[in-house]
C-alpha cells in the first residue's frame, strides 16, 4: 500500500505559478509511472502530465510548453510546475501512483483575479 499526500495549491492570479508536490509512501517508488490529474466541478477527471520511472514526460495538450512535471526518487517525491496560469486551470489536482492505481486527496488550484 502506499499513501500520497499532494500540497502547494491555492489561489493565484492568471498569469501567476504554483509549484505543487506530492509524497509518496512505500516501497518502489522509483520503479511506477506517476501521474498529475485535474479535476473541474461538473467535468471528469483528466490527465495532466505523466512521468515515468525513468523520467520520460508527456502532457495534456492544453498544458504543453505551460507545466512541467518532475521527480525526485531519493526523497520519493513528485512535482508539477505550474506556469502561466489560466483560469480553466482551476481544479482539484490529484496525484497518482499508476502502477498501484493510488490516489492522492487532491489539492484545490484557483486561478483567478
Known amino acids: 500500500q502506499v499513501q500520497l499526500v499532494e500540497s502547494g495549491g491555492g489561489l493565484v492570479q492568471p498569469g501567476g505559478s504554483l509549484r505543487l508536490s506530492c509524497a509518496a509512501s512505500?516501497?518502489?517508488?522509483?520503479?511506477?509511472?506517476m501521474g498529475w490529474y485535474r479535476q473541474a466541478p461538473g467535468k471528469q477527471r483528466e490527465l495532466v502530465a505523466h512521468?515515468?520511472?525513468?523520467?520520460?514526460?508527456r502532457y495534456a495538450d492544453s498544458v504543453k510548453g505551460r507545466f512541467t512535471i518532475s521527480r525526485d526518487n531519493a526523497k520519493k517525491m513528485v512535482f508539477l510546475q505550474m506556469n502561466s496560469l489560466k483560469p480553466e486551470d482551476t481544479a482539484v489536482y490529484y496525484c497518482?501512483?499508476?502502477?498501484?492505481?493510488?490516489w492522492g486527496q487532491g489539492t484545490q488550484v484557483t486561478v483567478s483575479s
Open positions: 497518482k501512483d499508476e502502477w498501484r492505481a493510488q
Open positions: 512521468i515515468t520511472g525513468g523520467g520520460d514526460t
Open positions: 512505500g516501497s518502489f517508488f522509483s520503479i511506477s509511472a
